[in-house]
């Protein structure tokens, strides 16, 4: 069974420009979660889909958006990068909401923002 | 609102060596617990969880962790370190009820010497 494939796996982008980053969820997993790991701040929650639908947001900024589509597959999306964004963005599936269902990370997209 | 502490930035520990890694949380009402592991250039994965029940639950690789309510504390341990337990580990609450997203520790990076 194939894991969570996050994509790209490294980037770079200039201050200014916007990115897209995209996840793939285990088959069968409806639930996907984003999270922004810096050395900084750790880890932090950015937003959870599920069945197409955003059920739960962190605390960022507006520039920070997300869509998951019918089969699952998510993306998000940061406009007008600053540098403060270069971070590893990490996406977690799971069957449902329920946290007692397990999460399964993916390796993340390393961003950096020059 | 909830929190995760790890006391500890960095423990180094030798090959063979037992190990404990601590972990705090502040939530009012029964949490529920996550240890996992990240390896260099890697997603998350989880090592054990804490719902219910039995305080002392085993994980992966080993591991096991006890869960104390009069402390706030769900130390991780192992009796007996390899060279390739070498990673950082983070502990996580779930914020709210079981569809909230996970709360991280800012995590522990663990050296293990020959």
Same mark, same amino acid.
């Given at each position: 069974k194939a894991g969570v494939t996050q994509t790209p796996r490294y980037l770079i982008k200039t201050r200014g420009q916007q990115v897209?980053?995209?996840?793939?969820?285990? @088959?069968?997993?409806?639930s996907v979660s984003w999270y922004q790991q810096t050395p900084g701040q750790g880890l932090q929650f950015l937003f959870e889909y599920f069945s197409e639908t955003q059920r739960n947001k962190g605390n960022f900024p507006g520039r920070f958006s997300g869509r998951q589509f019918s089969n699952s +597959?998510?993306?998000?999306?940061?406009?007008?990068?600053?540098?403060?964004? @270069? #971070?590893?963005?990490?996406? #977690?599936? @799971?069957?449902? +909401?329920?946290?007692r269902t397990e999460a399964f990370f993916g390796q993340g997209t390393r961003l950096t923002v020059v | 609102a909830q929190s995760v502490t790890q006391p500890d930035i960095h423990i180094t520990v030798s090959e063979g060596a037992s190990l404990e890694l601590r972990c705090n949380y502040s939530y009012g009402a029964t949490p529920y617990l996550f240890w996992y592991v990240q390896s260099p250039g890697q997603g998350l994965q989880l090592l054990l969880k804490?719902?219910?029940?039995?305080?002392?639950?085993?994980?992966?690789?080993?591991?096991? #962790?006890?869960?104390? +309510?009069?402390?706030?504390?769900?130390?991780?341990?192992?009796?007996?370190?390899?060279?390739?337990?070498a990673a950082e580990y983070f502990c996580a609450v779930v914020n709210g009820g079981s569809q909230g997203n996970l709360i991280f520790g800012k995590g522990t990076k663990l050296s293990v010497k020959p």
């Open positions: 897209t980053l995209s996840c793939s969820p285990i @088959s069968g997993h409806r +597959r998510s993306e998000m999306n940061v406009s007008t990068l600053e540098l403060g964004d @270069s #971070a590893l963005y990490l996406c #977690a599936s @799971s069957l449902d +909401r329920d946290v | 804490y719902f219910s029940g039995d305080t002392l639950v085993q994980g992966i690789k080993g591991f096991e #962790a006890e869960f104390k +309510r009069s402390q706030s504390s769900f130390n991780l341990r192992k009796p007996s370190v390899h060279w390739s337990d």
